[in-house]
């Protein structure tokens, strides 16, 4: 088959390819164009335009963003059920006397999607019953020619490499989380014991930028661009079955992600509350801003705004006493780079160059392009819920599709990025794990470095400290 080109070069400026279709006489009722677009089409033809055959192979814009947008209207095991009997019915393949030649022709394209499936959807074969329909569609493809069974043992191998990996990876990151509240718990019972603080573990900005860019990227990589659909999905009303996502994990991953963003957040807040002595605190918000910055000048725009929040936290930015020993002014840059007036007017145009800096990249480095995810979301979110998945005739909108998938394959690009740092385990150690205070814990040790200003506070002050006494 011949090789398709990379995510970001298929998908036009509309939102959609313009030279889909061309190859390929429509021969289906139920698809609709518009200036040569698929603009809609019921559900049964939409799958019948996934499915190969002798004279025809869809392109990878249209397998991406099906395959991205069907789990609205049915489940990935039902969409593989489907498609494995359109292949043996339609293919004849089931005939014990079919002829070796049409194998032969129709046998590779559909390894190639199920390749292109299993490659850029690998999640979705956690499912067993995935897995059974896979198989039963190889060996069908597969007896008796030594050629494709090799391809078929490459795909599956690949895929099972890739679905250990993620478990792993699940099982790390739940230790990671059992580590911090562990630690978390010694630090409300004996404060005295947790003597570390971020500038004894790294004082290089440009050090700490990097390691949380291996964090980032980490994180990003794990992100199935499936989960970005399944986090908004609603009920299709035309489904009489339950939801499509209720029988297994819809978005942990993308979950996992925004919780460290916030946790990232709420570690630079208590860094700067924790110090006794304001010059201390003083040191430690020009030291964040510093790393703001580095993560600024790497692409790490997800980091950058982490830090940013913790530093316009309310229990932090009430310290007027700390902030006036503060250089302030590359803070009011960043913060001017990150503003969310005009619909982060200023961070989107940033976002653009580094994203055309990482497409004529000529070193990893400059390939870096991680998001401020959070806005990423909204972004899918807006367009989710403002247009219809379906049509009046009960079509599915194609056109939202297509929009939706463009920008789910930018974020597929960045996330295929290695990260071309050093990693220091003792830095990433205590970034993913140190202790983090709650809101409340923040405002008391707020209040405690710098009193309450006016009645609101000292009332708030009174009601957090007993509440802490009680619990000791």
């Known amino acids: 088959m011949p090789q398709t080109p990379p995510f970001p070069s298929v ?4 939102g959609y390819n313009k030279n889909l ?5 429509e021969s289906y009722a139920g698809l609709y164009y518009h200036d040569n677009n698929l603009v809609s089409g019921s559900l049964e033809a939409l799958i019948q335009h996934l499915v190969p055959n002798m004279d025809y192979y869809p392109d990878r814009t249209y397998i991406f963003t099906f395959l991205l947008s069907s789990r609205v209207f049915i489940h990935p095991h039902d969409l593989m059920s489907k498609v494995c009997h359109l292949c043996v019915e339609h293919q004849r393949l089931s005939d014990p006397q079919a002829e070796k030649i049409r194998i032969r022709k129709i046998a590779p394209k559909i390894l190639q999607l199920l390749t292109e499936w299993t490659e850029t959807f690998p999640y979705d074969f956690r499912d067993e019953r995935m897995m ?4 039963e569609l190889t060996h069908r493809l597969t007896s008796g020619d030594e050629l494709y069974r090799k391809a078929v043992q490459q795909m599956t191998q690949a895929l099972i490499r ?4 993620l478990s792993q990876y699940e099982e790390a990151l739940a230790k990671i989380n059992a580590t911090a509240t562990d630690r978390l718990t010694v630090l409300k019972t004996k404060p005295q014991s947790i003597q570390r603080d971020i500038l ?6 440009f050090t700490l930028a990097q390691q949380l860019t291996h964090i980032e ?6 992100i199935g661009p499936e989960e970005f659909v399944q986090a908004f999905a609603q009920k299709d009303p035309l489904d009489n079955d339950k939801s499509c996502f209720s029988d297994h994990k819809k978005a942990s991953n993308l979950e996992a992600y925004v919780a460290w963003f916030n946790r990232l957040s709420y570690l630079v807040a208590t860094e700067i509350c924790m110090p006794v002595k304001k010059k201390q605190r003083a040191r430690v918000i020009e030291f964040f801003i510093d790393v703001a910055r580095e993560c600024f000048n790497i692409g790490n725009f997800n980091s950058l705004m982490a830090i940013i929040s913790g530093m316009n936290m309310s229990p932090v930015s009430r310290l007027k006493k700390t902030w006036g020993k503060v250089k302030t002014a590359k ?4 913060e001017h780079q990150m503003d969310p007036s005009s619909n982060f007017y200023n961070y989107r145009t940033a976002l653009r160059g580094a994203t055309q800096r990482s497409i004529t990249a000529h070193s990893s480095r400059e390939k870096i392009v991680i998001p401020f995810f959070s806005l990423s979301i909204k972004d899918i979110y807006f367009l989710n819920e403002g247009c219809a998945n379906r049509l009046p005739n009960g079509h599915v909108n194609f056109e939202k599709f ?3 998938a463009k920008q789910v394959s930018e974020f597929m690009t960045w996330k295929k990025v290695e990260c071309p740092f050093e990693k220091d385990r003792k830095i990433l150690q205590y970034l993913l794990t140190a202790p983090v205070f709650s809101e409340d814990a923040l405002y008391l040790a707020s209040y405690e470095s710098e009193g309450p200003d006016n009645n609101m506070e000292k009332d708030r002050w009174k009601s957090l400290r007993s509440t802490l006494l009680s619990r000791v």
């Not at 998908?11 to 509309?14: C, E, I, K, R, V």
């Not at 279709?21 to 006489?25: L, M, N, S």
């Open 11 to 14: 998908f036009g400026t509309s």
């Open 21 to 25: 279709y061309q190859t390929k006489e």
């Open 132 to 135: 059974r329909s896979l198989k």
């Open 162 to 165: 890739k679905l250990t990996t």
């Open 200 to 205: 004894t573990i790294c004082n290089d900005p």
């Open 217 to 222: 990227l980490e994180r990003l990589s794990y």
């Open 331 to 334: 803070f009011d840059i960043l």
């Open 402 to 404: 297509w929009e939706m």
